[in-house]
Each structure stands twice: as C-alpha cells, then as structure tokens.
C-alpha cells in the first residue's frame, strides 16, 4: 500500500509487487501467487488484474473479498514474464548467474 496520496499512482506499488516476484520466481522458486483485496479496494484490484495479469480464482462473500492469482508452470516462465511487466522501470533489477 501507498500511504501517501501524493505518492500514488505513479508506478511505485507495481514496481515494488514486481521486485518482490521476481526474487519469489528466482530465488525461491515460486510459480505461484495468491492475493486477497477487499471489495470496495478498486485500485488495487486494478493493478493486479489489469497491470499485473493475475485472474480471479475465488471470491469469499463473507468477507467481501476476491482472491486473484498468478500463476505460471516453471519459475523461469514466470520471473521472464514480470520483468517484460516491469518494462522500462527506473529500478535496477538485473538477473544474476547462480
């Protein structure tokens, strides 16, 4: 979350989720994530689904929230598929040799 409203919307949350992914995919080899955003929570339903591709995969009426996912079959298909997401970004993330 972006506290500040002065600070959101310019790409910080998405490049942070990214980063965060990426090390996830690389080196722990996760292929797969799971976020839970309450209803009334448009914004960041938006960047998930619309900018960060994750699909909807359950929704808890009781807590008036949705589950999105992202998921890939290998943690390399996944970790090449975030960093084409993070495009142009102004972060220095480079893959490294193991």
């Known amino acids: 979350m972006i506290a500040s409203r002065d600070h959101r919307r310019k790409g910080m949350g998405k490049e942070a989720v990214i980063m965060m992914m990426i090390y996830g995919a690389e080196k722990l080899g996760i292929r797969r994530f799971f976020v839970k955003i309450k209803d ?3 914004a960041s339903r938006r960047m998930f ?3 960060l591709g994750f ?3 359950n929704y808890a009426a009781c807590f008036k929230e949705v589950e999105l996912e ?3 079959d290998t943690s390399e298909e996944m970790a090449k598929k975030l960093r084409e997401r993070l495009g142009g970004s102004m972060c220095l993330v480079s ?4």
């Open 40 to 42: 009334e929570n448009t």
């Open 95 to 98: 893959p490294r040799a193991s």
């Open 55 to 57: 699909i909807e995969c």
């Open 70 to 72: 992202y998921r890939f």
């Open 49 to 51: 689904e619309e900018t």
